[in-house]
């Protein structure tokens, strides 16, 4: 019987040494990376039908870029919103070979059947709006056409909704659109210059009513535009922290500063960002985060 106790000993005590050698499993490092690029058609009245040739330029290095998994297009995607266009853009989409998201654009939407029936989501009506998860970050994407520049409705509902859903689940929440929705002539972003200043509406619901959603929302908000950098007047690129809310834009066509963005979320949270210019020097901008309002 001591034998057999001896022996019971000997094995139980064999499995906790094995144990405590063992090798811990290794965390999983879920570090991701995206690109962000605005006004991608480029030259306003040029001759191109699919993307601005200095960004298709560019597939290469975002193909390339450490932990690249798909991208997301801030508007005017297509000068002229026909078939052809689109399927010049579908095709040159499908040679990046990566996953790209739209956030439409003015130009985009022209004939807003036409983007609906190709883009639209089959399942909601093909409403021209969505989000989806990422790791333990929210991506919205939204449409300021519809209600002339205004996120109102149908719309806004889904984003309360969506951030109901991600509340307290989320490390940061990214959001897309295409116009610059945060400007105005009176407010700190009087000094941007927008690509066409005739659009812009007298008047939006953002600061009345977008703004102190995402404000006091529990995780951080990053909002995207793309509707810069289309003309030699325009602002190429912006970055500003207001509380919880950062507000980043950028864009091309000009042919002097075009730029777009990538961006890294490291397994610690961090966000990171990497400005890409599209002439001479690619990080000739600098730091994004040392942009300063005009």
């Not at 290469?60 to 798909?70: N, Q, T, V």
């Not at 089959?122 to 929210?138: I, K």
């Not at 075009?258 to 690619?282: E, K, S």
């Amino acid at each position: 019987m001591k034998k057999a106790h001896l022996f019971l000993y000997i094995i139980v005590t064999s499995m906790i040494v094995a144990s405590c050698g063992k090798e811990p499993e290794p965390i999983p490092d879920t570090t991701y990376s995206f690109f962000v690029a605005g006004h991608t058609y480029g030259t306003p009245g040029g001759d191109d039908i699919g993307f601005y040739p200095f960004f298709k330029n560019e597939f290469d290095a975002i193909r390339s870029y450490p932990r690249m998994i798909f991208g997301i297009l801030t508007g005017d995607i297509v000068q002229i919103s026909n078939e052809e266009s689109w399927d010049t853009i579908d095709s040159e989409i499908k040679t990046l070979g990566l996953p790209v998201y739209f956030a439409p654009g003015n130009h985009d939407t022209y004939n807003y059947e036409l983007y609906r029936e190709r883009y639209g989501d089959p399942e909601h009506n093909h409403r021209t709006y969505g989000s989806f998860r990422q790791h333990n970050d929210v991506f919205i994407l939204l449409d300021a056409n519809i209600d002339n520049w205004n996120i109102s409705e149908d719309q806004l509902d889904f984003v309360q909704t969506v951030l109901e859903e991600n509340k307290g689940t989320v490390s940061h929440v990214f959001v897309f659109v295409h116009q610059l929705i945060w400007w105005d002539e009176h407010n700190e972003f009087q000094n941007i210059v927008i690509n066409w200043p005739p659009y812009t509406p007298d008047t939006t619901n953002y600061w009345g009513t977008v703004e102190p959603i995402f404000q006091h929302y529990p995780a951080p908000v990053l909002f995207f535009a793309g509707d810069l950098g289309a003309n030699k007047p325009a602002t190429p690129y912006m970055y500003y922290e207001s509380g919880n809310v950062t507000y980043i834009a950028g864009g091309m066509g000009a042919g002097i500063d075009d730029n777009y963005l990538f961006v890294t979320v490291d397994m610690a949270g961090n966000v990171n960002f990497d400005l890409i210019a599209l002439q001479g020097d690619r990080h000739r901008f600098g730091n994004l985060e040392d942009y300063v309002l005009p």
